[in-house]
DNA sequence: GGATGGATTGGCT
DNA sequence: GCCAATCCATCCA
C-alpha cells in the first residue's frame, strides 16, 4: 500500500473487488479524493469525506437489470458493471446529473456502489464541532455536497473517468485515514421501478450526520 | 433520423 | 408535494 496524506491510505483497486455490500458500508467515512488542475494554477486535490453510498447488487437486482436491460445488444455503458471492481461508472440521468459509481465485487456478477453524499475532509473537525449548533448558514454549507448531482458537480466529475481505475493516475481516489463512524441501514432511493428491490436495505448512511435527509 | 426515459434537483403551487 | 429542466445512449422505423 502506498502513501497518501498524513496516516491515510490510498486504497487500491483490489479493494473493491469485494462483496459489494462490505464495500459499500466500509466506504462511509473514507475519503474521496480529487485531483482539480485548474487552467493556470497548481493542480490541487479535493478531499470529501463520503457520508452516504447505496449497493446496486447483481442482475437479481431490478435497478441493476434496468440499466443492463438499456442495451439489450449487449454492449450497454452499464455493462462496465461486470468488470472486476475497482474501476468508475460514470452515468448521466435526467440529462442533468452525472452519477458516480464505484464497480465493485467481481467480473461474475453487475455490482457498484453508488456514492451519494459527503463533506470536505479539510472542514471535518469544524463540521463536527458545528453538528452541536443549528444555524441555518451551517446546514447550507453541508447540503453543497448531499445528493449524488451536486457531488459530482462540486468535484468536477465527468463522463471521461467511465472504466477508468480507482486510482490517483485517474484523478480520483479513495484514501482511508482511520475514520470509522456508525453506519445505518435505509431503503434506496428514486428506484421505485424496481419493483421489490426498491425496499431492500442497500444504502448505508453515517448515523445521524448532519448532511443527510432525515428520511 | 426521430423518439424515449432516467440511481436528481430546485423552484413553485 | 408536484413538476419542469435538459443530455445522450439506445431503440425503432
Not at 483497486?13 to 485548474?38: M, Q
Amino acid at each position: 500500500m502506498s502513501k497518501a496524506k498524513t496516516n491515510s491510505i490510498i486504497l487500491e483497486p483490489s479493494w473493491f473487488a469485494r462483496p459489494t455490500c462490505v464495500v459499500a458500508a466500509d466506504l462511509i467515512g473514507k475519503v474521496l479524493c480529487r485531483r482539480i488542475t485548474d487552467t493556470d494554477s497548481v493542480p490541487k486535490v479535493l478531499r470529501v469525506r463520503i457520508t452516504e453510498t447505496e449497493a446496486y447488487i447483481g442482475e437479481q437486482d431490478g435497478s441493476v437489470a434496468a440499466h443492463l436491460a438499456k442495451g439489450k445488444k449487449g454492449n450497454s455503458l452499464a455493462d462496465i458493471m461486470y468488470a472486476e471492481g475497482g474501476v468508475f461508472y460514470t452515468y448521466l440521468t435526467y440529462g442533468v446529473h452525472l452519477m458516480l459509481n464505484l464497480v465493485s465485487g467481481t467480473a461474475e456478477s453487475p455490482e457498484s456502489v453508488l456514492i451519494r453524499a459527503g463533506f470536505l475532509a479539510e472542514d471535518s473537525e469544524r463540521l463536527l464541532e458545528e453538528q452541536n449548533l443549528s444555524s441555518d448558514k451551517q446546514l447550507t454549507h453541508i447540503k453543497q455536497f448531499a445528493g449524488p448531482g451536486k457531488l459530482t458537480k462540486r468535484l468536477q466529475i465527468d463522463r471521461a473517468l467511465y472504466g477508468s481505475s480507482i486510482a490517483p493516475e485517474s484523478g480520483v481516489w479513495i484514501e482511508d485515514d482511520g475514520c470509522l463512524p456508525l453506519v445505518s441501514l435505509r431503503p434506496r432511493i428514486g428506484i421505485d421501478y424496481a419493483g421489490e428491490a426498491a425496499d431492500w436495505l442497500l444504502r448505508y448512511v453515517w448515523t445521524a450526520h448532519p448532511s443527510l435527509s432525515k428520511k
